[in-house]
């Protein structure tokens, strides 16, 4: 249960990151509805 934590936060961050560049980004939204609201969030500034 606390890895999944941790790794949830770590992909959030890295998904923060690589928005931009759209390419990990679209990969990890399907798989993580966690990681699309931080995604959406880094986005839309």
């Known amino acids: ?3 999944t934590a941790m ?3 770590i ?3 890295l998904c923060a ?3 931009g560049c759209g390419l ?3 990969l990890y939204m399907p798989d993580r509805p ?3 609201q931080t ?3 880094q986005s839309g500034r």
Request: zero cysteines; a neutral charge; aromatic letters at 0%.
């Open 24 to 26: 990990k980004g679209d």
């Open 34 to 36: 966690h990681a699309e």
């Open 11 to 13: 992909i959030a961050t």
């Open 7 to 9: 790794l949830m936060s």
């Open 1 to 3: 249960m606390l890895r």
């Open 17 to 19: 990151g690589l928005s």
């Open 39 to 41: 995604t959406s969030q």
